[in-house]
């Protein structure tokens, strides 16, 4: 048996070959057709405003805290069990991070907790949809509305999951997502912002052609194009945007082949949940989720040996986020203190299995028998 890994990336053979293509439109960096199509493939189907393809996950998130038009001092609310880019995203821009712990049964953030946690200076609440889950994002939008802030969602797992029928990354005012290569979808490195929020659709432009006012240039408005606001280099590239748009053409049979082993795990490891080794993810009725991470909670003192003992025997199963209220950089920073300690419990419990749709039914037989294994030994 080969070193299962995490996660088994492969772009298609076909699409590299024919990705000649591109010299015959003479352009492999921005602004260029294969972009223009992802967009508009985003926008139809996930009924969106308006689509920007970016460099990654973590540059639509800057590009939201530039929208968002933050100072210095004012508050952002984030789930601690968070990965370290939605919440640097918003501090670089000057915002104060407001810790709220997170719910046991789906690790996505409390919304019973998070009313308490608002007052004068919060200008937005951060939402990771974990896992291709989500929170109860309807009490989260009466909140929103209720002390007029704004809603981000960090759709980085949960691209074409469902919540209540609607697909995740289409309630915020501006929402995320990630082509990273461990994701459902990829083109090595890659992201979007999904605009929800209309009045923000003319300064995102901007600020996504380096803040300036290029695509009036390029639209034939304005004679010359110059220095309008804020911005940065956050645009996709045509070699990405060409292999992600092939890669979306059959997204639905790589997303069902990614959710039979996801039910797979799920059932082979119910035995162990019965007899308390274990637990399994929990999704709701109103979540359709995308098999994005198939994850056990073990007991704590368990965790690591388990982790070191899949990895011994070529499994590379693995830990998740750290609390970030808990974080070096948090510590040093900033003087408030959280106590939340359901993100840490999970932190400390959390491993996740390897999950890909090329994962060959000999390795997913491997995972199961040493994960038994191990469990027999306690
Ligand atoms: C919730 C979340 N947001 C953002 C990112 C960053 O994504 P990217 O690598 O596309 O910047 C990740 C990375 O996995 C993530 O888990």
């Known amino acids: 048996m080969k070193f299962i890994s995490f996660t088994e990336v492969s772009i298609p053979q076909q699409i590299l070959k024919n990705c000649k293509i591109l010299s015959r439109y003479k352009n492999f ?42 100072k210095e001092g004012d508050e952002i609310i984030f789930p601690s069990y968070a990965y370290v880019s939605t919440i640097n995203a918003f501090v670089l821009r000057g915002a104060k991070p407001i810790f709220v712990d997170i719910d046991a049964n789906n690790l996505n953030i409390d919304v019973m907790q998070l009313e308490k946690k608002i007052n ?19 009490k ?15 759709n980085a797992h949960s691209l074409f999951s469902k919540y209540r029928n609607k697909y995740l990354g289409t309630f915020g005012d501006l929402s995320t997502t990630s082509f990273h290569q461990t994701k459902n979808l990829h083109c ?30 390029l639209e034939k408005k304005v004679k010359k194009y110059s220095w309008k606001d804020l911005g940065s280099s956050f645009e996709l590239s045509e070699i990405h945007s060409y292999i992600l748009f092939h890669c979306l053409k059959d997204w639905k049979t790589k997303f069902k082949k990614r959710m039979k082993i996801w039910l797979n795990y799920h059932e ?40 070191s003992y899949l990895n011994q025997n070529k499994i590379n199963a693995t830990f998740h986020y750290l609390p970030q209220h808990e974080s070096y ?41 040493y994960i038994f294994k191990f469990f027999l030994t306690k």
């Open 329 to 369: 950089f948090f510590k040093k920073n900033y003087k408030e203190r959280f106590n939340l300690q359901i993100s840490k419990k999970i932190s400390d419990q959390i491993i996740r299995l390897p999950i890909s749709n090329n994962l060959k039914k000999e390795q997913f037989d491997h995972i199961i028998k």
């Open 120 to 138: 004068k200076k919060t200008k937005a609440i951060v939402i990771i949809n974990y896992a291709g889950g989500s929170c109860e994002i309807s």
């Open 188 to 217: 090595g490195e890659g992201g979007a912002l999904f605009i929800n929020n209309k009045k923000f659709i003319k300064r995102a432009n901007i600020i996504f052609k380096k803040g300036t006012d290029k695509q009036k240039f």
């Open 29 to 70: 960096s921005t602004d260029g057709i294969f972009s223009k199509k992802c967009s508009l493939y985003f926008e139809k189907t996930l009924n969106v405003p308006k689509a920007l393809m970016t460099k990654s996950c973590t540059s639509a998130l800057e590009m939201c805290a530039i929208l968002l038009n933050i």
């Open 140 to 154: 989260i939008i009466k909140l929103k509305k209720k002390y007029n802030i704004y809603l981000i969602e960090d």
């Open 268 to 307: 082979k490891l119910l035995i162990l949940e019965k007899k308390n080794y274990l637990r399994r993810p929990i999704f709701v009725r109103s979540i359709k989720h995308n098999a994005h991470i198939y994850y056990i909670l073990v007991k704590k003192n368990y965790r690591d040996s388990m982790i």
